[in-house]
């Protein structure tokens, strides 16, 4: 059984951060691939962030390149989404999801997914 527990999302001030988490359990979490994506009020859920667990390889998309660190910690199978220099325009549900194969940032190919958590900037 895939769980995908997220954590860590609130309410910050433009110019803040913060760092969401991602704890996996329930399949082989060094040979997959851990996504981030967001979904704001009346816009379509977009892949931010993704990360192969087993290589560490790392993608950004470019609306988040250079503000956004993904990250890991193969030890409590967790992934890390830091957020700096928050923008108003980041306010959203992030999600966690997980699948197995190569890594990409296409949501339809996440079978596996969080229950979300909410970021809030403004």
């Known amino acids: 059984h895939v769980q995908l527990v997220e954590s860590g999302g609130g309410s910050v001030q433009a110019g803040g951060s913060l760092r969401l988490s991602c704890a996996a359990s329930?399949?082989?979490?060094?040979?997959?691939?851990v996504a981030w994506f967001r979904q704001a009020p009346g816009k379509e859920r977009e892949g931010v962030a993704r990360i192969a667990t087993g290589s560490g390889n790392t993608y950004y998309a470019d609306s988040v390149k250079g503000q956004f660190t993904i990250s890991q910690d193969n030890d409590k199978n967790t992934v890390y989404l830091q957020v700096n220099s928050a923008k108003p325009e980041d306010t959203a549900t992030y999600y966690c999801?997980?699948?197995?194969?190569?890594?990409?940032?296409?949501?339809?190919?996440?079978?596996?997914w969080g229950q979300g958590t909410q970021v809030t900037v403004s």
């Open positions: 329930g399949y082989a979490y060094n040979r997959n691939c």
């Open positions: 999801a997980a699948k197995g194969g190569y890594c990409s940032l296409f949501k339809v190919e996440f079978p596996y």
